[in-house]
């Protein structure tokens, strides 16, 4: 093969675009450029709508910033030798300290093939327990109060299409005209009533706006549910035939009365009332939750909260109803299925469950108590990286955790005392660029896998274009460490594949039912699949929910503060989000020229009179500190978020110094979301 | 360590779970005078009003106290402490040995001492609620005695039922000690529009068969007579037993009275001079309590009050220091009477230290919080009481939208860009799109892109 691109003239090929969990279909034409179309044929687009992140895509491919030789303390070295010294360390490293000394960090954008092989290389090759990923920062609250509710979690448990049927859909923290743009074509018709601190694009196409403070989305859910019931909305023959749990649910409610809670969230109560009636009056309705109330030290109950509503409003398993959560990123989905999650295994099955281990030695050839138990939740394992105990060697995959992670100098700091980094990625990401070794890895478009998007539905990526001379896929490499370590992993995908669906057969994710021609003959196949002859599950809860019982069940949860308020110190509320031309922590957005026109910066969002009374003009650069740590960018004034609360996107480095790695007890969730800040102008 | 609580009403049963939640080994005896499961008294009014069922309003379910290890003796009150000994008494003679005793006993209604005061009924627990509901069925015309926060809810409750309802006040204005002379007036001719008549200024004289005689020998007809005339702290048992009792029992910043084993909370309790009628107050005392008991270091400083009404058609919030005048403070106000609208920001030092909302407004939440966090007042006060009232004017209309404006936010397409697109031959969204990419995204501007190429066609005459 020559240097440089080498593209089959005048193709086209059917893939999916590289971002987002919506998954947008769109046809890569390779000629003598790379061109990018929009499909029709794909559900969660076919209108052919496509955000400018889909549109300049083709980017990605031909950026002159990607990584085409592996790196070695920042120089170029042969893939053999960075091999070889990567294995020779981890041999070291693990007999030095012990299997657990050597830890991986994966990613929810990796498709399900790595994932899972991700899973089996940490449990079967390297022998560790110390395994997570940055979807622990995604979707872990949404899915833990899912599991709980209804004994599964597939995001949303009905195709995205259902939703323009609805009369009414309540987001509660989600910015999807941001997010995810083609999504909102789906709410064309229904109603939207939005909850989110700050009025953001979402929210001005609503046609309800419910605004509580920072940290407050669980009493306001409260609230909502008290209102339910205080008005006999609640759907009482569904509760009784379909649910269990609701009496103590409902007991619980006494203590969060409507007018209680406005003090709380800033919501008044006649708005509550507005959302509840509007959403018990409606025929057909959704409740829908994003990152905005799952990041959070209470984002299990808070998600639990809004599926507690649903519930009482006998949404969930009702055609043209349902709660759901709006999973972020790529492969967000599958990625928290297959194994690279610390307490799993593939088919989404618990690793403490001897019935699970069992299965899974089994496909793997090895014995079930050989498979280490469960390991640290990603910021754990990021916080103990290099400390007594802690593990020496981290090996990071489609992952920037650098700039993703909260109290992020607090990781620096950790990562530093690693004796061995490794990341695999397309370019220098900020986490790279502190490696002792770094791979270059291929991506989208120059691979081939499925990914899973946010409706459950499992898609098929085919490899469309070349990838530059000296790169190689992540399961390449996963497999060439693997056979330094004495163990043989396949590379192919699709043997991968094969290997996953034996792996998933029976468990709550089952895929074995599921092939690449089945995937690529219709627009994708929906999980739960169990075998070749099953047409997939678009809607899982129809008859029965997930649980031992069938029913769904409601959990009693209340109410508390964020783990940091505003004092004088600090006197103000930091929330964090998306802007619509960049993803995730930005190493492959802020590389891609339109991109950076549109959205060259960071800034910090604050409200005009917040803004006068802090002497602080459009544009002026102001210093935002917290206890963690402090960032500068520029003002942006703006009436859209509250006067308490200043806003910062976080797809730069900085944000995160700022934010607050309190957990969740359950999820163990970091609280992105809010955290008390002073701010200053910068002089 | 054994922990006693006397009262198990909102105060107590809070102090219960708090202390639970914090330790699971303590042991809990809890004795209530009533002998149901506590219940929430603000829903009371709701309970009134017919909006929520009596079991609508229970705080703890009986099967909380099993799975929480927790002794509730209800229907058995305490009627002495021996400090001495450490332990309570109650009305049947059992003895109770504690280490920590948390007396939340609350309070007891006022009953004027009128002839025939009898025939009325109070209201103050969930009985009263259902004796005045039973009353209420038969009745043609009710009186409510007592024109503050309770009396008003529990006036437009029963109004709200059909009932014809006369509230009588002995002030010259309703909530006078929640709100100015104009609120109290606009939040009468309120309630007079949902069913109520108002009787300010005057004050019974006695109860009759056939309804209550105003002083002056007036009478105000009605068949249910229900009392809201305010109440008073129960606080015989701690002055029985030698402490400190002004108004209420007094107790320190940890909530303890003189006896350091004793501590007391909620409308029982004397803090810095003040008592408190309100739940919030008693729920921050009750988790403080309970996190000194449980060995922590909370402390309580005193609490804001913020009064909401519950009340359908009727939206009232009044907070702080509501009836400062111009001398000592800034006063902000909005008055508009024929819409049942009054709101007033009371402004010291560039705090927010009371104000009055009435009437539906988005303003509520954020003044709420202003006051409760003591924030600084941003200096337009007019965005403040009337939100949105500030917000940038959008440009509707193509012709005023500047070539800079965004008008595709899914891929980044401005105005400019979409006129250089129609001067490039573009003449619908269609072309647009093909060029520029816009409206491809969530599809909203569609209809802004479709407005440009109109007006521009227009422009030059140009039909399509």
Not at chain 2, 159 to 165: E, F
Not at chain 2, 375 to 400: I, K, N, T
Request: glycine share 12%; proline share 7%.
């Amino acid at each position: 093969m020559t240097a440089g691109r080498t593209h089959k003239t005048d193709k086209t090929h059917k893939t999916h675009c590289p971002y987002c969990a919506l998954q947008c279909g769109m046809e890569i034409g390779t000629g003598r450029e790379i061109r990018i179309t929009p499909r029709t044929d794909v559900p969660a687009n076919a209108s052919g709508a496509l955000c400018q992140k889909g549109w300049t895509a083709a980017e990605l491919l031909t950026n002159g910033s990607r990584l085409t030789t592996p790196l070695l303390h920042g120089e170029p070295v042969a893939w053999e030798a960075a091999l070889d010294h990567v294995a020779a360390r981890l041999s070291e490293i693990r007999a030095e300290h012990g299997p657990d000394a050597v830890a991986v960090f994966g990613g929810g954008g990796l498709t399900n093939e790595k994932a899972y092989t991700l899973g089996k290389f940490a449990r079967v090759a390297l022998g560790t327990s110390q395994i997570d990923y940055n979807g622990r920062f995604c979707m872990s609250s949404a899915a833990a109060a899912s599991i709980r509710a209804f004994g599964m979690d597939r995001g949303l448990p009905f195709p995205v299409t259902d939703l323009a049927g609805a009369d009414v859909v309540l987001l509660a923290g989600a910015n999807v005209a941001e997010t995810m743009p083609p999504f909102v074509r789906h709410l064309e018709g229904p109603r939207a009533i939005v909850v989110d601190p700050r009025r953001t694009p979402t929210a001005r196409r609503a046609w309800l706006h419910l605004q509580p403070a920072p940290g407050t989305d669980l009493a306001l859910a409260l609230g909502l549910l008290h209102l339910v019931v205080a008005e006999g909305l609640v759907d009482e023959a569904y509760v009784a035939g379909r649910t269990s749990g609701f009496e103590e649910v409902r007991t619980s409610l006494a203590s969060w009365w409507p007018e209680r809670v406005e003090r709380i969230t800033g919501v008044p109560v006649y708005r509550m009332r507005q959302a509840v009636r509007a959403l018990a009056a409606a025929g057909r309705a959704y409740v829908l939750t994003g990152r905005g109330v799952e990041q959070h030290a209470k984002g299990t109950d808070t998600v639990t909260a809004f599926v507690n509503l649903a519930l009482a409003l006998g949404l969930p398993g009702r055609h043209g109803s349902g709660y759901g959560c709006l999973t972020g990123q790529g492969n967000g989905q599958g990625g928290r299925e297959h194994g690279q999650k610390a307490d799993q295994l593939p088919g989404y099955r618990r690793i403490d469950d001897p019935a699970a281990r069992a299965h899974v030695a089994g496909v793997w050839g090895v014995a079930p108590e050989s498979l280490p138990g469960p390991g640290r939740s990603a910021y754990e394992l990021l916080d103990a990286l290099g400390t007594p105990g802690g593990p020496r060697a981290l090996l990071v995959f489609g992952s920037n955790p650098l700039v993703s992670a909260p109290a992020s100098e607090r990781v620096a700091g950790r990562l530093a005392g690693l004796d061995l980094l490794v990341v695999c990625d397309v370019v220098l990401s900020e986490t790279a660029a502190r490696a002792d070794v770094v791979f270059p890895v291929t991506q989208w478009a120059e691979e081939t896998g499925t990914m899973t998007n946010l409706e459950g539905r499992v898609l098929l990526r085919r490899r469309a274009v070349e990838p530059p001379d000296g790169v190689r896929s992540d399961l390449e490499v996963i497999a060439e460490l693997a056979a330094r370590l004495g163990h043989r992993f396949p590379s192919r995908p699709r043997e991968v594949f094969d290997e996953l669906r034996r792996a998933s057969a029976g468990g709550a994710a089952d895929y074995s039912g599921i092939t690449y021609e089945r995937v690529e003959a219709g627009p994708g196949v929906f999980w739960p699949c169990p075998e070749p002859g099953h047409p997939g599950t678009p809607r899982p809860f129809l008859d029965r929910f997930a649980t031992p019982d069938g029913r769904a069940r409601f959990v009693p949860v209340g109410h508390r503060p964020p783990a940091e308020e505003p004092d004088e110190d600090y006197p103000l509320h930091l929330t964090t989000g998306r802007v619509l031309a960049h993803y995730q922590s930005g190493a492959q957005t802020r590389r891609i020229a339109p991109l950076v026109r549109a959205a060259p910066e960071p800034f910090v969002e604050l409200h005009p009179d917040l803004a006068e009374r802090l002497g602080i003009r459009p544009g002026d650069v102001v210093r935002v500190s917290s206890r963690r740590g402090e960032d500068r960018a520029p003002a942006r004034i703006s009436d859209a978020v509250r006067r308490d609360t200043v806003f910062m996107p976080f797809h730069w480095e900085g944000v995160n110094r700022l934010t607050n790695p309190a957990l969740d007890p359950m999820s163990r969730m970091p609280e992105f979301k809010v955290c008390a800040v002073r701010v200053e102008r910068d002089s | 360590m054994r922990l006693v609580v006397v009262g198990n009403g909102m105060a107590g049963s809070r102090l219960v779970a708090e202390v639970r939640e914090r330790d699971p080994d303590v042991r809990i005896t809890v004795f209530g005078a009533e002998a149901c499961a506590p219940y929430n008294r603000v829903l009371l009014s709701n309970v009134l009003a017919g909006t929520s069922r009596p079991e609508q309003v229970r705080l703890l379910d009986p099967s909380w106290y099993r799975a929480h290890r927790v002794e509730a003796v209800l229907g058995s009150p305490v009627v002495s402490i021996d400090r001495d000994a450490g332990h309570v008494v109650t009305g049947d003679g059992r003895r109770e040995p504690y280490d920590v005793l948390v007396l939340a006993t609350g309070s007891e209604p006022v009953v004027p001492p009128v002839p025939g005061v009898e025939r009325a009924i109070p209201f103050r627990t969930l009985d009263d609620c259902e004796r005045i509901l039973r009353a209420a069925e038969g009745a043609r015309r009710a009186v409510v005695v007592g024109g503050g926060l309770l009396g008003v809810e529990a006036a437009r409750g029963l109004a709200g039922r059909g009932l014809p309802v006369t509230l009588l006040h002995l002030a010259g204005h309703l909530m006078e000690r929640q709100l100015d002379v104009e609120a109290g007036l606009v939040l009468g001719e309120t309630l007079a529009g949902l069913g109520v008549e108002i009787r300010t200024g005057v004050s019974a004289e006695a109860v009759l068969e056939d309804g209550v005689r105003l002083t002056g020998g007036e009478p105000a007809e009605a068949d249910l007579v229900v009392l809201a005339c305010g109440v008073r702290p129960l606080t015989g048992l701690a002055a029985e037993a030698g402490l400190e009792v002004r108004r209420g029992v007094v107790v320190d910043d940890e909530l303890r009275t003189d006896d350091p084993s004793i501590f007391a909370i909620g409308e029982c309790a004397e803090h810095d001079g003040t008592v408190y009628g309100l739940v919030a107050p008693a729920w921050e005392q009750a988790a403080v309590a309970a996190d000194v008991i449980t060995g922590g270091k909370a402390l309580y400083r005193g609490s804001r009050l913020v009064t909401r009404l519950k009340a359908r058609s009727v939206e009232l919030a009044a907070m702080g220091e509501t009836q400062l005048t111009e001398e000592d403070a800034e006063v902000v106000r909005f008055s508009h009477r024929a819409r049942g609208t009054y709101r007033k920001l009371v402004i010291r030092d560039g705090r927010l230290v009371g104000a009055i909302l009435l009437g539906e407004s988005d303003a509520v939440g954020t003044l709420t919080q202003l006051f409760d966090r003591g924030g600084p007042v941003p200096g337009d006060r007019a965005g403040l009481l009337f939100p949105g009232l500030s917000a940038a004017p959008v440009a509707g209309s193509p012709v005023l939208m500047p070539d800079a404006a965004t008008v595709c936010r899914c891929n980044d397409v401005t105005k400019g860009q979409i006129r250089a697109c129609w001067e490039a031959g573009a003449r619908d969204v269609a072309g647009v799109a093909a060029a520029t990419r816009a409206t491809t995204g969530c599809g909203t501007c569609r209809d802004a892109v479709e407005g440009i190429v109109g007006w521009l066609c227009e422009q030059e005459g140009i039909t399509v």
